[in-house]
């Protein structure tokens, strides 16, 4: 491929439908440049070759904006129209899937990069019209930066031809553009919805055994439960990309951002929470709990519960509680009829006064790293692992806190859940009622204050 002067040692780095993309040494700005020339079966038409241009020219407006690839240069040689682009060594997410399993946190902040550029791009009216992870590549940071804007359109190749041939990624295409619309904004989300999908399972939400028929599953198929693809993601993702990939554009979020900001939210509520026993009026400090199981018959129902009588172990203390008797209400349930079961324990001291959660020691993390250890401790909540979901949501606390507000709160509930869970409720209380305060009422947080009777 002959490419003017200025651009010396083109190698070939990759081809697609749409072209070669050859690597090179832009000789008078001295840096390296990734060059993508025309396919010459499109560049023989006239009219793909101005579509082309027309359409570099216009992504090429974006430049500069964060996470969006800079165009450099717009031209032609022997015929072929070409577009000179900043050189990124970091691959693609395409490359991603396919080297294995990504973390929940490093998939989200990738789709929040390309959000961010999208948004962008539909603020200045352009519309990508061929997102794939194959066009979301990456620097030396891993950082996420968009590539190709507006080129898959140049040679016809975001929709479903009249004959039924798809000519574009069928994987991506949204349920208009698959049945011969134009995209719009709300196709690029859509098409990021199935990007998403694919980071979070290693695998996309439709398939079929040519690509006219993935297309057409786009269309007809119902959007399936996430977690059949991968069983440890929440459930409440479900209703998240039933929005993301609604068949009617309108149904869809109105933004790139707040679709992965619907994602976080997601993925960070974790699974419903297990019933447990209330208690009230009187809350017993559960720090250190000393077991001892009394059997107590229901009733003449047969039924025999475990009390816990429990008793603080710290000396002292001021207050009223301190020297009194501490009545403990349980309430049970067997066999369709509700009892409650009151056991009263010797004086205890009372606890000691609730302060907020106090700052550790700066870790040494980066953002990435906390958020990449809170998502270890999600999924440790999920599944029921207390400890190791505390350990990681306290490391990661520690990095977020001023640098992430939204994760700093999620690793407060989930320091909070845990303590709660290990029967450490008054160290669990701060952390849950910070979450509160930074994020607002939620269900969960709820439920866990309800728990250490609160």
């Not at 700005?29 to 025309?38: E, P, T």
């Not at 707040?258 to 976080?264: I, M, P, S, T």
Request: net charge negative; proline share 6%; hydrophobic share 40%.
């Amino acid at each position: 491929m002959l490419l003017p002067d200025r651009y010396r040692d083109p190698q070939r780095i990759g081809r697609g439908g749409m072209g070669e993309i050859y690597h090179a040494t832009d000789e008078l700005l001295g840096r390296a440049v990734a060059v993508k020339v025309l396919a010459e079966r499109y560049a023989e038409d006239p009219g793909v070759r101005e579509r082309f241009t027309r359409e570099a020219l216009a992504a090429a407006r974006l430049s500069g904006r964060p996470n969006v690839v800079t165009i450099f240069d717009v031209g032609e040689s022997a015929g072929r129209p070409f577009i000179v682009m900043e050189y990124l060594g970091g691959g693609s997410l395409e490359d991603r899937v396919r080297a294995g399993r990504i973390a929940p946190g490093q998939a989200l902040d990738w789709l929040e990069q390309a959000a961010a550029a999208l948004d962008a791009a539909h603020a200045e009216g352009v519309v990508h019209r061929d997102v794939k992870p194959a066009n979301l590549l990456l620097d030396e940071a891993d950082n996420v930066h968009v590539a190709d804007f507006g080129i898959a359109s140049a040679a016809g190749m975001d929709s479903l031809t009249k004959t039924g041939t798809v000519i574009g990624t069928a994987a991506y295409l949204s349920p208009e553009q698959a049945q011969g619309a134009r995209a719009t904004p709300a196709s690029d989300r859509y098409a990021l919805a199935v990007v998403a999908w694919e980071l979070l399972t290693g695998r996309r939400p439709f398939g079929g055994d040519t690509p006219a028929a993935e297309a057409a599953a786009h269309v007809h198929a119902d959007v399936p439960p996430i977690a059949s693809q991968h069983a440890g993601l929440p459930e409440k993702l479900d209703a998240v990309f039933a929005r993301a990939l609604a068949k009617d554009p309108a149904v869809r979020y109105a933004s790139a951002a707040e679709l992965v900001a619907g994602l976080r939210d997601a993925v960070h509520a974790g699974s419903p929470r297990t019933e447990v026993l209330t208690t009230t009026p009187a809350r017993v400090p559960r720090e250190k709990l000393p077991l001892a199981v009394g059997l107590v018959a229901l009733l003449g129902l047969g039924v025999v519960v475990a009390a816990l009588l429990a008793a603080t172990r710290d000396g002292g203390g001021e207050g009223e509680a301190a020297g009194q008797s501490t009545t403990v209400v349980r309430t049970v349930t067997a066999q369709g009829e509700t009892r409650r079961v009151t056991v009263t324990t010797a004086p205890a001291p009372a606890p000691a006064t609730r302060t907020q959660p106090q700052p550790e020691a700066p870790s040494g993390l980066s953002v990435a790293q906390a958020r990449a250890l809170q998502d270890e401790s999600t999924s440790a909540l999920a599944n029921g692992e207390w400890e190791r979901a505390l350990s990681l949501a306290q490391q990661a606390l520690s990095a977020l806190r001023n640098r992430d507000r939204t994760y700093e709160a999620y690793a407060n509930y989930n320091i909070g859940r845990s303590l709660a869970e290990l029967n450490r409720c008054d160290e669990a209380l701060p952390y849950l009622e910070r979450r509160e305060q930074m994020l607002g009422t939620h269900p969960d947080v709820t439920a866990a204050k309800q728990s250490c009777g609160a």
